[in-house]
């Protein structure tokens, strides 16, 4: 059984770099047809895909965060992270890291295929 765990800081100071990592279990990021995405849900608020990185390495980034975005693996350890730059206030939400058999973009957990149980990162000066 596959299964994702976020990890990173839960409170980060304006204009920091967040970094988060997600560990898959129970199956291997560089699967076949497999997508693995960061989604974050702010508070009161519905949930926002980041982006993804594909089992071969590429990346795609929402477009409205490109710019600040970053999704790296490691093969060896079977994670990939998400490098976010420059965080304000509004970028506090629960991040959730996810995979699914395709490169179609969802924002709902039953879009994919494994989700993990999400990460609290608060932006505060």
């Known amino acids: 059984q596959v299964q994702l765990q976020e990890s990173g800081p839960g409170l980060m100071k304006p204009s920091q770099t967040l970094s ?17 995405s960061w989604v974050r849900q702010p508070p009161g608020k519905g949930l926002e895909w980041i982006g993804y990185i ?34 304000t206030p509004e970028d506090t939400a629960v991040y959730y890291c996810a995979g699914r058999s395709d490169r179609r973009i969802g924002t709902t957990p039953q879009e994919y295929d494994y989700w993990g149980q999400g990460t609290q990162v608060t932006v505060s000066s």
């Open 20 to 36: 988060l990592a997600c560990t898959v279990s129970g199956g291997s990021i560089t699967t076949d047809n497999y997508y693995w």
């Open 54 to 87: 594909s089992y071969t390495g590429n990346t795609y980034y929402n477009p409205s965060l490109k710019s600040r975005t970053a999704i790296l693996r490691d093969t060896s350890r079977n994670q990939f992270t998400l490098q976010l730059t420059s965080v």
